[in-house]
């Protein structure tokens, strides 16, 4: 119940196309869902988060679209640029204890070509 | 404004010995956390720290595994004795507050670990 599954493991995308990427949870307690872009060698970095009280999030290209009902979110990158290319990690958390406990998404390797 | 600082960057180790990572959160923040990222399995919180306390543990694989976190701007992750299979990456992370939606949590760039 704790799992949050995300998919695909990897994408091709050409430059100026749509990345989508999807999760999936089944606990219905979490109240809170990043997402997390990673460059190779570097440490993961919030890129856009969203709260299950909408159902969109858009900030610039990337917007988040939640079905609370499926349980499902999702990650659409429009006019997908090869700056882009990165590992997206989807999470979901709830607070408890006073600390929100992320758990994270297997990831997806992004890469847009030129 | 300098991010979480975590070192050694990279650590090369024969199993068995002991190994411990270290972690300078954002000044300020009052939550700590400890992943490990695997190909297999991905990014798994280890284990959280709020104002210095441990507040959760469960993610620790197994007893070779210990955290610490004696003041605000320092924590370590040890692991005595290690194996093959902790060879991982290991991230720190800090946020303000509860995080979430209050506070984002901000990795650092990592350590990577292989035992040999």
């Known amino acids: 119940q704790q799992q949050v599954k995300q998919s695909p493991q990897s994408l091709i995308v050409q430059k100026g196309g749509i990345s989508i990427i999807n999760c999936a949870y089944e606990?219905?307690?979490?109240?809170?869902f990043p997402w997390y872009q990673q460059f190779p060698g570097k440490g993961p970095a919030l890129l856009i988060a969203i709260r299950p009280d909408v159902s969109e999030k858009k900030e610039g290209r990337f917007t988040i679209s939640f079905n609370k009902s499926a349980k499902q979110f999702s990650l659409h990158i429009m006019d997908s640029q090869p700056g882009d290319s990165a590992t997206y990690f989807c999470a979901a958390s709830k607070s408890g204890t006073g600390t929100y406990k992320y758990i994270f998404g297997t990831g997806t390797r992004l890469k847009v070509l030129a | 404004d300098a991010g979480v600082i975590q070192s050694p960057r990279h650590e090369v180790t024969e199993m068995g010995q002991e190994v411990t990572l270290r972690c300078k959160p954002i000044?300020?923040?009052?939550?700590l956390f400890w992943y490990r990222q695997t190909m297999m399995r991905g990014l798994e919180l280890l284990i959280y720290?709020?104002?210095?306390?441990?507040?959760?543990d469960s993610g620790m694989p197994e007893d070779r595994f210990s955290a610490k976190m004696p003041n605000a701007s320092f924590s370590t992750l040890k692991i005595q004795p290690s194996e093959p299979r902790d060879s991982a990456v290991y991230f720190c992370a800090s946020s303000l507050g509860a995080g979430g939606p209050r506070g984002e949590q901000f990795f650092g760039p990592g350590t990577r670990l292989t035992v040999l």
């Open positions: 606990n219905t307690a979490f109240d809170y």
């Open positions: 720290f709020n104002n210095n306390v441990p507040i959760d």
């Open positions: 000044s300020g923040h009052n939550s």
